[in-house]
């Protein structure tokens, strides 16, 4: 599975950015989907996922922050980050997995990632 992350940037505190994920090379629907960010010198973090019937998970630090959802028919999933905080800057990678992924080896397909910054 390929994919390709778009939507990163410069965005001020509090601001709202929305990132999307395009995938190809499979069926779209059947892949569970999920964001990560990292940021050098730090561990990379799991921040969303969805099943392939649209059921959410959120990291502590995002949860009511960012939503993050899913469009079959267009093969795409978004993050919409909303109240951006200054540490929330990172690169940002989509992920994929054909199993419900719960650690972070699970997730066999990564993007190539899209870099957040938010300034304060």
């Known amino acids: 599975v390929q994919l390709m992350e778009s939507g990163g940037g410069l965005v001020q505190a509090g601001g709202s950015l929305k990132l999307s994920c395009t995938a190809s090379?499979?069926?779209?629907?059947?892949?569970?989907m999920g964001w990560y960010r990292h940021t050098p010198g730090k561990r990379r973090e799991f921040l969303a996922s969805i099943t392939t019937g649209g059921m959410t998970k959120y990291a502590d630090s995002v949860k009511g922050r960012f939503t993050i959802s899913r469009d079959n028919a267009k093969r795409t999933m978004d993050l919409q980050m909303n109240s951006l905080k200054p540490e929330d800057t990172a690169a940002y990678y989509c992920?994929?997995?054909?199993?419900?992924?719960?650690?972070?080896?699970?997730?066999?397909?990564w993007g190539q990632g899209t870099q957040v910054t938010v300034s304060s």
């Open positions: 992920v994929s997995s054909f199993i419900r992924a719960t650690q972070d080896l699970e997730w066999q397909d």
């Open positions: 090379g499979s069926d779209f629907s059947i892949l569970y």
